[in-house]
């Protein structure tokens, strides 16, 4: 069982930055799409950012692009999110995910087969 283990969430200022980190257990097919969904109080799930292994592909919310950035650290089956610019309105619980390519940017929570714990970010107006 794949696992992912999230860390780098926190509190800040309106226009402030975090970073967001993802390691996955083992690295493979189901984990050759990885990136974030977050959830506000009261909010649906979505989609913010994803990326294919290697740097094929990179997807973003509307919401954040010009904004997040996400990368990754093969040789550490590490994803990275970096968060600039921040709002109040990307306050959320953010989850790391990973799946396969053919889903990678559809943003279909459902097909994604391993998720993490969630990391708390707050941004303050």
């Known amino acids: 069982q794949v696992r992912l283990m999230e860390s780098g969430g926190g509190s800040v200022q309106a226009g402030g930055s975090l970073r967001l980190s993802c390691t996955a257990s083992?690295?493979?097919?189901?984990?050759?799409?990885m990136g974030w969904f977050r959830q506000a109080a009261g909010k649906e799930r979505e989609g913010v950012a994803a990326?294919?292994?290697?740097?094929?592909?990179?997807y973003y919310a509307d919401s954040v692009k010009g904004r997040f950035t996400i990368s990754q650290d093969n040789a550490k089956n590490t994803v990275y999110l970096q968060m600039n610019s921040l709002k109040p309105e990307d306050t959320a619980l953010y989850y790391c995910?990973?799946?396969?390519?053919?889903?990678?940017?559809?943003?279909?929570?459902?097909?994604?087969?391993?998720w993490g714990q969630g990391t708390q970010v707050t941004v303050s107006s």
């Open positions: 990326m294919l292994s290697g740097g094929a592909g990179t």
């Open positions: 083992e690295w493979g097919y189901t984990t050759d799409c």
């Open positions: 995910m990973a799946g396969p390519p053919t889903i990678c940017g559809l943003w279909r929570d459902s097909e994604y087969k391993h």
